[in-house]
């Protein structure tokens, strides 16, 4: 099991960085998109709150962009077959979660970076804005994997994806936005509940992911 | 199901009379405050479809029977027509009661929400059809919907503050407007489960003659 999933990741980061189209267009989304927020918002003085919800909604929208990839690909191009008789679902799908969070915590690396330097969002509790960036982050792409698997098999490109996905991330934007505002206006804030709370929403997503990706994965 | 049609015959024609004419006219909000009769058992047929739909997709990918996923739209189906009923009803409700059609409260959020639930797996499922995979996936992404649902009853009051709506054990209402308001919901939950009964029966009709066409 252990071997499947070393094995499936390895491919695909190999095959994300052979094609590397993929990658550039996500990353190409989310600099152009933080880079045109900062634009045309031109310096206007907004408060932590309006300003941690913009920074929240790049990361969904980037999520969005980005985190389908990786099954819609085996998809595409005829690989799932192949990958169904070679591994187990939960090996493919510990292998494709593993990839998205990796992949999408590069991304919000990007975006926090550029936000932070263009949005001229000053941050008085770093560490609890950094827990939240990942904790937010983590969830993300936990819900994004799972979702990302049944609009691939749903074969739609488009707007199925970001519409089955906000209503399902929807805590996650709550949670996370608030406890983005706090960390960017209140100093010496300590890690506190939302943190706890994302994390959990994550475990609970990834646990309940386990138990129907096989009947998402596999053909009746 | 012959009995389900009968009661809701009986039950129905006894909500909207005794709504109209035994319960007593509200003191604050006059004879539109009747409209709590109907918007009550609206929002509970909502959130009873939804969990129905759940349990049903739940049982499907056990492999409890056949139908169970479609039954399980069905219940959807009706869940997200109620759940459109159920947020105009209380826009008029909150507008009366509260001065405005949305409030922000987390009731009338947590509605709203699962109207997007509703959507969002109707999407999926339309994405879904002619492929051999449609129950088992929309089924999924309902089970998943249900996980997520605690998060948001433990968010919502935090984020948009205490409901407006009353509590439950905190609203004094007279025995009428209580037995009414029971009657109401006992005919509406008839209604959901003669709705969802018929869209059984005519989807295994269509099944039969699709088959027949074969």
């Not at chain 1, 999520?63 to 591994?87: D, I, N, Y």
């Not at chain 1, 509790?125 to 950094?130: L, V």
């Not at chain 2, 027509?81 to 509260?98: D, E, N, P, Q, Y």
Request: charged share 15%; glycine share 6%; hydrophobic share 55%.
């Amino acid at each position: 099991m252990v071997k499947d999933i070393i094995r499936n990741m390895r491919k695909d980061f190999r095959v994300e960085f052979r094609e590397k189209s993929a990658l550039q267009i996500a990353f190409s989304f989310a600099f152009i998109a933080t880079l045109s927020v900062g634009l045309v918002m031109g310096g206007a003085s907004t408060g932590a709150r309006e300003r941690s919800i913009i920074l929240w909604l790049i990361m969904f929208f980037s999520a969005m962009s980005g985190l389908a990839h990786a099954f819609v690909r085996e998809e595409e191009k005829g690989t799932a077959l192949l990958l169904r008789l070679t591994s187990s679902p939960s090996a493919v799908f510990t292998a494709k979660l593993l990839f998205n969070l990796a992949f999408f915590l590069a991304l919000q690396f990007l975006i926090t970076l550029l936000f932070v330097f263009f949005v001229e969002g000053d941050v008085a509790s770093p560490f609890p804005f950094a827990l939240t960036i990942l904790s937010g982050g983590t969830a993300l792409a936990s819900a994004s994997t799972i979702l990302s698997a049944m609009a691939a098999r749903a074969g739609v490109r488009g707007a199925l994806f970001p519409v089955m996905s906000l209503p399902i991330t929807l805590p996650v934007l709550f949670a996370a936005t608030g406890a983005t505002a706090e960390a960017m206006e209140r100093p010496g804030l300590a890690p506190g509940g939302d943190i706890i709370f994302l994390l959990a929403f994550s475990g609970a997503i990834i646990a309940v992911s386990y138990l129907v990706f096989e009947y998402i994965w596999i053909d009746e | 199901m012959k009995h389900i049609a009968r009661l809701l015959h009986i039950a129905m024609p006894a909500a909207i009379i005794m709504a109209f004419l035994y319960a007593p006219t509200a003191e604050v909000h006059g004879a539109p405050g009747r409209l709590l009769f109907f918007h009550v058992p609206m929002a509970w047929i909502s959130a009873l479809a939804f969990l129905t739909a759940g349990l049903l997709s739940m049982a499907h990918l056990a492999g409890r029977g056949r139908f169970l996923d479609s039954t399980a739209r069905h219940s959807a189906e009706a869940g997200l027509a109620f759940t459109f009923l159920a947020t105009a009803s209380g826009s008029v409700w909150s507008k009366l009661s509260w001065g405005s059609y949305w409030n922000w409260d987390p009731r009338q959020t947590s509605i709203v929400f699962l109207m997007l639930i509703y959507i969002a797996y109707f999407s999926l499922d339309s994405a879904l059809r002619g492929k051999t995979n449609r129950g088992r996936i929309a089924s999924a992404y309902l089970i998943l919907a249900m996980a997520v649902m605690p998060f948001f009853v433990f968010l919502f009051p935090r984020f948009l503050g205490m409901s407006l709506h009353p509590q439950s054990g905190t609203l004094e209402t007279d025995p009428a407007t209580r037995i009414t308001l029971l009657v109401s919901i006992a005919a509406h939950t008839l209604l959901y489960l003669h709705i969802l009964s018929l869209r059984n029966r005519t989807h295994r009709l269509e099944q039969n003659i699709r088959n027949i066409a074969r």
